[in-house]
């Protein structure tokens, strides 16, 4: 099993529709985790940090669920600028700085 | 703002040639790592350093080595290029341990 896995898509929604990824981790002590964009040849970017209460930025909702080990985005009023790739990010599976990103989900808007 | 300043966006060398990338950044950064991305794959880590002059083995560190003399500089390096390694080459940094990690604009290395 892959220490994160995503579903890599392509998503392809429509303009204001509601779309939510998942990633899931294998490691119970993982520590922190995070959600980075990709847009294409760019390189990634700090979407959010997630936390365990769960947080909220604007049309982005982070989730963990730490009992079934996996995180969530949910993405409201999709916009056409939110075509990207999103990268779930899993800290502290073992060893010191050990950062494991997941090999992300495609996401397309439509108009 | 963080600024993570890689050297060149592009790169072409020809297998068996000595290849340096170079990466700075100017936040007095703990913590500097490099990737590399290819497609299905994900960003696979290479190497890291937390701290000037030490190093630790990544995921993937055969065929690459790395240098760190000054906190800022964080240097990739093949030694013998092979057309595997053609690649999208990042490098990011972090202060904590497991705080945000900030990257450069990237380096697409191809080998011929």
């Known amino acids: 099993r892959k220490e994160v896995e995503q579903d890599p898509g392509p998503f392809n929604v429509p303009e204001g529709a509601t779309v939510a990824f998942n990633c899931t981790y294998s490691?119970?002590?993982?520590?922190?985790f995070f959600w980075y964009r990709q847009d294409c040849r760019k390189e990634p970017k700090l979407l959010m940090s997630v936390y365990s209460s769960g947080n909220e930025d604007g049309r982005f909702t982070a989730q963990l669920n730490r009992a079934s080990q996996y995180i969530s985005l949910l993405i409201r009023d999709s916009k056409l600028s939110d075509s990207a790739t999103y990268l779930c990010v899993v800290n502290g599976l073992g060893g010191y700085q050990k950062v494991t990103f997941g090999t992300g989900t495609k996401l397309q808007v439509i108009p | 703002d963080v600024k993570v300043t890689q050297s060149s966006r592009y790169l072409v060398k020809r297998t068996g040639e000595k290849v340096f990338l170079e990466c700075v950044q100017d936040m007095d950064h703990e913590n500097m790592f490099w990737y590399r991305q290819d497609p299905g794959l994900g960003l696979r880590l290479i190497y890291f350093s937390y701290d000037v002059k030490m190093k630790e083995k990544g995921d993937i560190p055969e065929g690459y080595s790395v240098s760190r003399e000054k906190k800022e500089r964080f240097s990739l390096i093949l030694e013998s290029a092979s057309t595997n390694q053609t690649s999208m080459y990042l490098c990011?940094?972090?202060?904590?341990?497991?705080?945000?990690?900030?990257f450069g604009a990237g380096t697409r290395l191809s080998v011929l």
């Open positions: 990011a940094s972090t202060q904590g341990a497991e705080d945000i990690q900030y």
């Open positions: 490691n119970s002590a993982s520590q922190s």
